[in-house]
């Protein structure tokens, strides 16, 4: 790892080594220019996601049990209705969704001019242009690894929440990502139940979740670095868009397509890195069934258990940041 101090100049024209707090500067510029234009981008599809497939269970009826006039469920000699324990328990219904999909732009790294494109610094009394790595070392990689490892919102990453309004962010879309549903058990009716082998599966929607983006920092302010210029190898400053043009290529770079292992940004569901936002939580009723039964007349008995009991987790989908 080859991390460089910089040189600038101070106020009468003297080289002098960048502080601590100056670089941090340029680092978070680095973060501000990946958020004005992204590599790595998330979006919200109707089915088919990179990101790949999440799940929602709910509970639903078992299948109704329909007896006749010449069935006797428990030997009494009178037809009647299926024992309890004769009827199918509740089942369970499960809903898939693959809606979060991510590209990666395809970046070239930026181009080291005859080794003297980059900013200078100094080693043992001499005057030196920092390599590609150098600035990956110095700025780059620090910078990715507070994007992907500290607290939100950080430019050009995504975050999950409960709603498409939350300060800092923006909503990717206004279609949800996730919707955990459970069993509504005020609609399961006696009078519903079907003939032999129906069910009846009511849901409702308990929360839906979003995908946003948080929105970009204000452009923090930096030093202007020094570099060596081609033409004349005369020591001059960087502006600001000479700068803003290489640390953007840079991150870019680097997030999209990295520079080892390790350096590259990357998302997933379940898996490791940083957590983005709300959990996407699967809940779901834990009863055994709630029985029930219809007359429908003289041949005709059916029963049929019903979901009941408490809301339960069964599980909590994360979205996580991270870099491979």
């Known amino acids: 790892m080859a991390v460089r101090t910089p040189l600038i100049l101070d106020g009468s024209?003297?080289?002098?080594?960048m502080t601590t707090a100056q670089i941090n500067a340029v680092k978070d510029r680095v973060r501000y220019l990946y958020g004005a234009n992204p590599s790595v981008t998330l979006s919200r599809v109707a089915s088919g996601g990179a990101l790949g497939t999440i799940t929602d269970t709910r509970k639903t009826s078992g299948a109704a049990s329909v007896t006749t006039g010449n069935q006797d469920a428990d030997d009494d000699g009178a037809a009647e209705y299926a024992l309890e324990g004769d009827t199918a328990e509740p089942g369970t219904v499960?809903?898939?969704?693959?809606?979060?999909?991510?590209?990666e732009a395809s970046t070239s790294a930026s181009a080291d001019t005859n080794s003297v494109a980059f900013p200078i610094y100094q080693t043992s009394g001499n005057i030196q242009s920092m390599s590609l790595t150098?600035?990956?070392?110095?700025?780059i990689h620090p910078a990715i690894d507070t994007i992907t490892g500290s607290s939100q919102p950080?430019?050009?990453t995504y975050y999950i929440y409960t709603g498409t309004t939350l300060a800092g962010y923006t909503a990717v879309s206004a279609d949800p990502v996730f919707t955990d549903t459970r069993a509504n058990t005020a609609s399961f009716l006696?009078?519903?139940i079907g003939t032999a082998g129906?069910?009846?599966?009511?849901?409702t929607t308990v929360t839906n979740y979003y995908l946003l983006s948080a929105n970009n920092i204000a452009a923090p302010t930096m030093e202007q670095m020094l570099f060596i210029r081609n033409s004349d190898k005369n020591i001059e400053q960087y502006t600001q868009?000479?700068?803003?043009?290489?640390?953007?290529?840079c991150v870019r770079h680097v997030a999209s397509q990295g520079s080892g292992t390790g350096t590259k940004i990357s998302y997933n569901l379940n898996g490791s890195g940083t957590n983005q936002g709300s959990g996407m939580t699967n809940t779901i009723l834990d009863g055994s069934g709630n029985y029930q039964t219809r007359f429908v007349g003289a041949d005709d008995y059916r029963s049929q258990e019903f979901p009941n009991g408490s809301a339960t987790?069964?599980?909590?989908h994360r979205l996580k940041i991270t870099q491979v």
């Open 190 to 192: 006696a009078a519903n």
């Open 241 to 249: 868009a000479e700068m803003d043009t290489w640390l953007q290529n």
């Open 13 to 17: 024209n003297n080289l002098k080594e």
């Open 154 to 156: 950080q430019p050009g």
């Open 198 to 203: 129906t069910t009846q599966d009511f849901a």
């Open 94 to 103: 499960t809903v898939n969704y693959d809606r979060i999909d991510r590209a």
């Open 134 to 139: 150098d600035v990956y070392d110095t700025f």
């Open 313 to 316: 987790t069964a599980a909590t």
